[in-house]
């Protein structure tokens, strides 16, 4: 561990004289990225240089305990060696979550799909309960969600809704959550009582900009139409809805959130270019192999994650073989005891892949 932190540290420095270079300052794009190596790196070099002192520190009371005879000076050096100790043992396990290799994208706002499955009217009215959840959720955590489109069930929640989430570390922890959810109850629509399965998908995609993901306008059919549902006096009667189809790919993006037109095609833009990041880190890791399979899934939002069973207000997480008897409260938006069960495994994961010990 020490070999890693001592390169590091050099990285540390390079990086240093590198972002100050007349080339690197000319380059937004370059700038950014060593900028925010910088910031990573520097939270570990800082730990590093603690953990090092104190390293020396346990030295020097060592070394007055072997040479020391006045018994109080012996006392103070060995309470002052528990002390260092301790220390010693908490910078050691914050240093090594520090080296688990970070998701660049966890630090971003993203974007949230929430789209009905198999189960017909009752899959809609779950994908409505589900983001409701994640609504309750963002509320908790200080976070602002805006919906950007949507399409209501015939009975009730939505065959399909997308909203944008920004705050801190919005994408570090939502994506976890992508996958589809299955749901065990008996349908509101069901007279006899019987338990029906039905279930949603969602989809979280980190928020690129337009530094990461370029998207040449050639490519895109910008299409606009009268806005639908409440929104005032602007619905229906002027052409602010934004229709965008990406050519190359096939994919269409809707917007009607705003009463403005060009603000729609900002926001269409960003779910645009989520989208087409997704496509292409699929097709990166199919180039390199078989990407190991973790057992926290790969966000792949054909992936069966969750199940709710209403009879016995049980929640499972399959990743983890996680079970808990509190269905009402999960619904409700407390999904952190998923999130951080999740985090953990995914850590040790990559702690056990990297080597370190």
Request: hydrophobic letters at 35%.
């Amino acid at each position: 561990m020490l070999d890693k932190l001592q390169a590091l540290k050099e990285r540390f420095e390079e990086v240093g004289q590198l972002i100050i270079l007349p080339d690197s300052m000319a380059d937004m794009s370059k700038y950014a990225k060593l900028t925010k190596e910088y910031k990573d790196l520097e939270k570990i070099v800082a730990a590093y240089d603690e953990y090092d002192l104190v390293l020396q520190n346990i030295d020097s009371s060592k070394a007055i305990l072997d040479k020391e005879k006045d018994p109080e000076f012996r006392e103070m050096a060995k309470l002052e060696l528990e002390d260092l100790r301790e220390r010693k043992e908490k910078l050691e396990a914050e240093l090594k979550e520090l080296l688990i290799p970070k998701d660049p994208n966890d630090s971003k706002d993203c974007i949230l799909e929430v789209r009905a499955g198999t189960g017909g009217d009752e899959a809609a009215i779950f994908a409505g309960d589900l983001f409701r959840m994640y609504e309750r959720f963002c509320e908790m955590q200080g976070w602002k969600l805006t919906v950007l489109d949507l399409t209501f069930g015939t009975a009730g929640g939505y065959k399909e809704i997308i909203a944008t989430v920004s705050g801190a570390d919005v994408y570090g922890m939502l994506k976890y959550e992508s996958g589809v959810h299955r749901v065990q109850r008996v349908p509101a629509t069901e007279s006899q009582g019987r338990v029906h399965t039905s279930a949603a998908s969602v989809a979280v995609l980190p928020e690129m900009d337009e530094v990461e993901v370029h998207l040449d306008m050639n490519d895109i059919r910008k299409d606009t139409y009268c806005s639908s549902g409440p929104g005032g006096q602007s619905v229906n009667t002027t052409y602010s809805a934004v229709r965008l189809t990406h050519n190359p790919t096939g994919l269409v993006v809707t917007c009607q959130d705003e009463k403005s037109q060009i603000k729609n095609f900002e926001k269409a833009l960003k779910v645009l270019r989520s989208r087409l990041y997704e496509i292409e880190l699929a097709k990166h890791n199919e180039s390199v192999g078989a990407q190991r399979k973790s057992m926290v899934g790969s966000g792949d939002r054909s992936d069966k994650i969750r199940t709710y069973n209403y009879p016995q207000s049980r929640v499972t997480d399959h990743r983890i073989n996680k079970t808990v008897y509190n269905l009402p409260e999960v619904m409700d938006g407390h999904i952190e005891e998923f999130i951080s069960a999740l985090r953990m495994a995914e850590n040790l994961e990559k702690m056990q892949a990297g080597g370190i010990e």
